[in-house]
């Protein structure tokens, strides 16, 4: 069994920074593709950034500029820098990552998330 585990989250204030990591339980599974979404109370889930596996990376209007998405593919860890944070960013990050081993296709994960609030 595997796990995509979280990290990083806590309490800031506004124009503050966090960064979130997301790395695999075991390190027999290597992250492929990876997002990492939030979710605020009573609201969807939105994809926030992703990243392919080639490093390739796409993201929310609501966080181009402020949010960089990253890999370090030799501590397979994908990172989530966010910076000028604003109190509309408070939410539970999920990472959801595409995992593999030894370059086969295994299966989709979610983490179970890490609370980011921000303070005004």
């Known amino acids: 069994q595997v796990q995509v585990v979280e990290s990083g989250g806590g309490v800031v204030q506004a124009g503050g920074s966090l960064r979130l990591s997301c790395t695999t339980s075991?390190?027999?599974?290597?992250?492929?593709?990876a997002g990492w979404y939030r979710q605020a109370p009573g609201k969807q889930r939105e994809l926030v950034a992703g990243?392919?596996?080639?490093?390739?990376?796409n993201y929310a209007d609501s966080v181009k500029g402020r949010f960089t998405i990253s890999r370090d593919n030799a501590k397979n860890t994908v990172y989530l820098q966010m910076n000028s944070l604003k109190p509309e960013d408070t939410a539970v990050y999920y990472c959801n990552a595409n995992l593999k081993i030894n370059n086969a296709y295994v299966e989709n994960y979610w983490g179970q998330g890490t609370q980011v609030t921000v303070s005004s």
């Open positions: 990243i392919s596996s080639e490093g390739s990376t």
């Open positions: 075991r390190t027999t599974f290597s992250i492929n593709a």
